[in-house]
C-alpha cells in the first residue's frame, strides 16, 4: 500500500506544533540550498552547484528517504515518500538537478503545511483534554490534603474552593454554589446546586465553598467518557476511508508497474530518447501517486467531528457522520427526550376509602425502591408533604409498566392501566382518566389487587424547541415519528403540542426495537434519540444512534453513536446537515483529485507539456487543496 506519513489520519494526538515547526525549518533550508545552487549555475560554479543541489536534496528528503525505506523493509509496503525521492533522484541522474530539487522542496512544503492544518483539527481536541483538573483538596479527618486527581477514590470527601475546577464526579455534602457546566453541558448559564445534587468533574465552582463526596473513580467520569469517545472518533476510519486504502493499495502497484512498463517501452514505440522517457516516467510516478485522494477522507472527516464537538455533539466515529447524512427518519423517545424528562405530579384522585395523603403515602412507599423518573417525582412530591414513607417489601417492577410491592400485608400494584389486570373502571373514572390524559398528562393507577384505589397524574413539561426542531426536520424532508411506553391519548397529546403526527404509543423496550426494524426496511437509514436505559436496544438497532447525554442513562450514552451533550434535541438538524456537508466535500474531493491526476497524466503523455517541477505543483498542490477543502468542514 502507498501511503504517505503526514497523511496518516490515526497520528492523533502525537502531530505535536513542535514537529510542524521542525519540517517548516527543514523546508526552509531545502529552499535556501536551491537558490544557492541556482546562483552557483549562473555564475557558471558548475561543482558547487551540484553540491549545493546534494545538500537539497540531503535536507529536504532525508527524514521521507528513511520513512520510505523504513515502510518497505518493515511492512513490506510502498510509500509515497519513497516514490517521490526515488523520482527526484531518477531526474538528478539524467542531469535534470534542478526538477529534482523542486520536487523535493514542494513535496517537503506540502508536508509542513498538512501538519499545520492537521494541527488544528487536533487542537480542539487536545482543549478538551486541557480541561481534566490535576489536582484536588481532600478532606482527611478534618484536615486538608492536596492530592493528584486520578488518586481520589470513591467515598473521598473532597473541598472544592469558589472559582475552582472540580475534580471528581460526586455529590454535593456541604455547602451551596452556582456551578458552570459548559464543558460537559455547553450550557454557559451556572446552574445553582446544593447538598444531595450531582456535579461533574471539569466543571467550574461558582461562588461558593463546597464540600462534594466523590462517587466515581477518575476514569469513570463523565469527562473521562467524552475525551475518550473523542479519541475513539479519531482513530475510528470510516467505510469510505478503508475502501480508498483498500482501493489505493491495487492502484499503487499498478503506478509502478505502468512507470516501470514507461521507462522501457517508448523508445521503441514511439522513439522518445532514453531521456525523455525516463524524464516523462519521473513525472509519471509524481502526479500517478494517490496522495490527493488519500487525503480527500480524514482531514474532512476530522475537522467534522470537531466541529461538532465544539457545538457538544459527539461524533463516536467518522462512519457516524456518512451514516447520518443519508437518514430518511428520526424517531423521538418522548420521556427525557422530546420532554424534559422532570415529570412532576399533578392531581392526586383517591377512591374507596383511602384520603389524598394516604393515598400519596402508600404509592410513594411503593415507588421508593423504583429508579423511574415517575417513581421519583412521586416520592418527590410525598416528601415535600413531609410524609414519612414506610417500609414495602416484595418489590418487583415491571419493565415499561410499573411496580408491585407489599405495604402492611397488602400487594400493591403501580403503574400503566395494563398493571390493573380486570379491575373495572367506574364510568366517572374512565372520564377523568380520559380528560386527563388529552391533556398530557400520564396517569399512574394504583390498586390494592381487587380495587382501583387512586389515580396520581404526572405531567412532563415538552421542551420548549421541540416544535421548531420537528418543523426543521420536516422541511429537510425527514420523516418524524415518535414512539413511548406511554399511554395513546397522552401521547397523542405530545404529539399535538409538537407536531408529530407519526405516533406509536403503549410500546414495550423490546417492541421498540421490532418498530426500529419495520422503519429501517421501509424507508432506509433511520435515527433514534432516546435517553433511557429502554431505549438502549432501540439506540443500538437504529441506523444511527442518537443519546441525550446530560440526562441520558450511561447505557443510552455507552449503546449511541452520537452524543447530544446539552441535551439538546436542536443540535439534530445540525448534525444531519454536517453529515450532509462532509459527505458532499468527501465527493467533491475525490472526483477533483482523481481528475487532476487524470490530466496531469494525460499532459505528461500525450502533450509531453509538462515538465517534473509543474507536475509536482500539479499533485502537491491538488493534495493540499483537498485538505484546505476538508478543513472548510471546521467552520
Ligand atoms: P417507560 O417505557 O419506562 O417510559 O414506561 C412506560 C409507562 O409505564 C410509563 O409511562 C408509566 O405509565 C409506566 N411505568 C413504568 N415504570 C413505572 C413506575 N416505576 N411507576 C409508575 N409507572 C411506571
Not at 480542539?124 to 477514590?153: F, M, T, W, Y
Not at 469510505?240 to 505502468?258: D, H
Not at 412521586?378 to 410524609?387: G, M, S, W
Not at 423496550?509 to 435517553?531: L, N
Request: hydrophobic content about 45%; glycine content about 8%.
Amino acid at each position: 500500500m502507498i501511503t504517505k506519513s503526514n497523511h496518516k489520519p490515526n497520528k492523533g494526538f502525537s502531530f505535536g506544533l513542535w514537529e510542524s515547526h521542525g519540517a517548516a525549518i527543514v523546508t526552509s533550508f531545502c529552499l535556501l540550498f536551491i537558490v544557492l545552487a541556482y546562483l552557483a549555475r549562473i555564475n557558471d560554479y558548475t561543482f558547487v552547484e551540484i553540491i549545493l543541489f546534494l545538500f537539497a536534496y540531503i535536507v529536504g528528503g532525508y527524514q521521507k528517504a528513511v520513512e520510505g525505506i523504513s515502510t518497505l523493509f518493515k511492512e513490506k509496503d510502498l510509500d509515497v515518500d519513497l516514490l517521490m525521492v526515488i523520482a527526484a533522484i531518477g531526474a538528478a541522474a539524467i542531469g535534470y538537478w534542478m526538477d529534482g530539487a523542486i520536487l523535493i522542496f514542494i513535496f517537503s512544503l506540502s508536508g509542513t503545511l498538512e501538519g499545520y492544518t492537521m494541527e488544528r483539527t487536533n487542537k480542539d481536541i487536545r482543549s478538551i483534554l486541557d480541561l481534566r483538573p490535576e489536582k484536588a483538596v481532600l478532606l482527611r479527618n478534618g484536615k486538608q490534603v492536596e492530592v493528584k486527581a486520578e488518586e481520589l477514590k470513591k467515598g473521598d470527601t473532597i473541598l472544592i474552593k469558589p472559582g475552582e475546577r472540580i475534580a471528581a464526579d460526586g455529590i454535593i455534602t456541604q455547602g451551596y454554589s452556582a456551578i458552570y457546566q459548559a464543558t460537559i453541558t455547553g450550557e454557559s448559564v451556572p446552574v445553582d446546586k446544593t447538598v444531595n445534587d450531582e456535579v461533574f468533574s471539569g466543571t467550574v465552582n461558582g461562588y461558593g465553598g463546597i464540600e462534594v463526596k466523590v462517587t466515581k473513580q477518575a476514569e469513570e467520569t463523565m469527562l473521562s467518557k467524552i475525551i475518550h469517545l473523542v479519541q475513539e472518533a479519531k482513530n475510528e476510519k470510516p467505510p469510505n476511508q478503508l475502501f480508498v486504502e483498500k482501493f489505493e493499495s491495487i492502484y499503487a502497484k499498478i503506478v509502478v508497474i505502468t512507470a516501470i512498463i514507461l521507462m522501457i517501452a517508448p523508445p521503441f514505440i514511439i522513439h522518445w530518447s532514453w531521456k525523455e522517457t525516463i524524464y516523462r516516467a519521473m513525472i509519471f510516478l509524481v502526479v500517478a501517486s494517490p496522495c490527493a485522494l488519500v487525503s480527500s477522507i480524514m482531514p474532512a472527516i476530522l475537522s467534522a467531528i470537531s466541529n461538532a464537538s465544539r457545538k457538544r455533539v459527539l461524533f463516536k466515529g467518522g462512519a457516524h457522520l456518512e451514516n447520518i447524512a443519508g437518514v430518511k427518519a428520526v424517531i423521538f423517545d418522548k420521556t427525557g427526550t422530546l420532554t424534559y424528562g422532570e415529570p412532576v405530579v399533578q392531581d392526586i384522585i383517591s377512591f374507596e376509602n383511602y384520603s389524598e395523603m394516604e393515598l400519596l403515602k402508600t404509592t410513594a412507599s411503593i415507588e421508593a425502591l423504583s429508579e423511574h423518573p415517575i417513581a421519583k417525582s412521586i416520592v418527590q412530591h410525598a416528601l415535600n408533604k413531609n410524609i414519612e414513607l414506610e417500609h414495602s417489601i416484595n418489590l418487583r417492577s415491571f419493565k415499561g409498566m410499573g411496580v408491585q410491592g407489599t405495604l402492611n400485608g397488602i400487594s400493591y400494584k403501580v403503574g400503566k392501566r395494563d398493571m390493573l389486570n380486570n379491575i373495572v373502571l367506574t364510568k366517572e373514572q374512565e372520564d377523568l382518566a380520559l380528560k386527563l390524559e388529552q391533556q398530557g398528562r400520564t396517569i399512574i393507577f394504583v390498586s390494592n389487587g381487587h380495587n382501583l384505589i387512586g389515580m396520581v397524574s404526572i405531567f412532563d413539561q415538552v421542551r420548549l424547541e421541540a416544535r421548531r426542531v420537528i418543523e426543521e426536520l420536516k422541511n429537510m424532508n425527514i420523516r418524524v415519528a415518535l414512539l413511548t411506553g406511554d399511554n395513546e391519548r397522552t401521547a397523542k397529546n405530545i404529539g399535538e403540542s409538537t407536531g408529530i403526527e407519526e405516533i406509536y404509543s403503549g410500546l414495550l423496550p423490546e417492541d421498540k426495537v421490532d418498530f426500529i426494524k419495520k422503519m429501517t426496511a421501509k424507508y432506509g437509514k433511520v435515527a433514534m434519540v432516546g435517553d433511557g436505559v429502554n431505549d438502549a436496544p432501540a439506540l443500538a438497532a437504529a441506523s444511527v444512534g442518537i443519546a441525550m447525554g446530560a440526562a441520558g442513562t450511561d447505557i443510552a450514552i455507552e449503546t449511541a453513536d452520537v452524543i447530544l451533550m446539552a441535551d439538546d434535541i436542536e443540535r439534530i438538524p445540525f448534525a444531519i446537515s454536517l453529515g450532509k456537508r462532509t459527505n458532499r466535500i468527501i465527493k467533491q474531493n475525490v472526483i477533483f483529485a482523481i481528475g487532476v491526476a487524470l490530466t496531469l497524466i494525460t499532459l505528461n503523455f500525450i502533450g509531453g507539456i509538462i515538465n517534473l517541477p509543474e507536475g509536482v505543483i500539479g499533485h502537491e498542490g491538488s493534495t493540499v487543496l483537498v485538505i484546505l477543502s476538508g478543513l472548510r468542514l471546521l467552520r
